[in-house]
């Protein structure tokens, strides 16, 4: 990894991952995550989208992982509602529209960004997708749905798994043009998934999968 210059806001401390009977994900995994962009590098089925959740605090590891100042493991709703991972691959929200999906992902987000939303929409094209159901949309309008409430987000954790997948070229510019923003936020954390490198964007760092 290479190391952030600036204050951990995620501190990861000896913390250990694996599937049974699999090499380990992560084993006495001891770092920091500063403000701005950080890639996470590795090829298709490395981890990169296991190690997200278990960032997420959506699936167990041990060791500790503390977000500007709150641990998971003694305040794991708080840890939680920190925290927002990007799944447009999940068919939770199907039945709802845009718009309503929009509601539900950026509810109890004091900080959420709604003028930075309304850019996103219209630089991802999604204005006349907004009150269509997610079932009618594209994979790519799905991804864009979740990108502009994650990019909007006021939450301290962003974590994004190959957020350039299914977007066109225009929607790819406003994606980098978004975590450029970012990458000179004091406030924030952005983990980027990706098996590409990332040269549009400033990085604060780099972790490599596998870890060593």
């Keep these: 990894m290479t190391a952030s210059t600036s204050a951990a806001l995620l501190a990861i401390d000896d913390l250990a991952s694996a599937w049974p009977g699999q090499p380990p994900l992560a084993s006495g995994w001891t770092t920091g995550i500063g403000a701005g962009v950080t890639l996470l590098h590795g090829d298709t089925a490395s981890g990169k989208s296991t190690l997200l959740r278990v ?9 500790r992982l503390t977000l500007v100042g709150v641990r998971l493991d003694t305040e794991p709703d708080t840890y939680r509602r920190n925290v927002f991972l990007c799944e447009p ?12 999906c929009t509601a539900s992902l950026s509810a109890g987000d004091a900080a959420f960004d709604a003028a930075a939303w309304h850019a996103l929409v219209e630089g991802f094209a999604l204005v006349p997708h907004l009150d269509k159901p997610l079932y009618m ?30 977007l066109d070229a225009a929607s790819v510019r406003c994606l980098w043009n978004a ?8 406030d924030r954390a952005v983990i980027v ?6 040269d549009r964007v400033p990085l604060a760092a780099t972790i490599e999968l596998p870890l060593r």
């Excluded at 960032?55 to 060791?63: C, H, I, N, R």
């Design 55 to 63: 960032l997420a605090g959506a699936l167990p590891a041990t060791g």
């Design 89 to 100: 691959a999940t068919d939770a929200f199907d039945q709802v529209t845009a718009r309503a």
């Design 137 to 166: 949309l594209s994979t790519g309008s799905k991804r864009k749905v979740w990108l502009a409430a994650a990019l909007a987000s006021g939450r301290a954790l962003t974590l994004l798994d190959e957020p350039t997948g299914g």
């Design 179 to 186: 975590l450029a923003g970012l990458a000179v936020r004091a």
């Design 193 to 198: 998934a990706s098996a590409e490198r990332i």
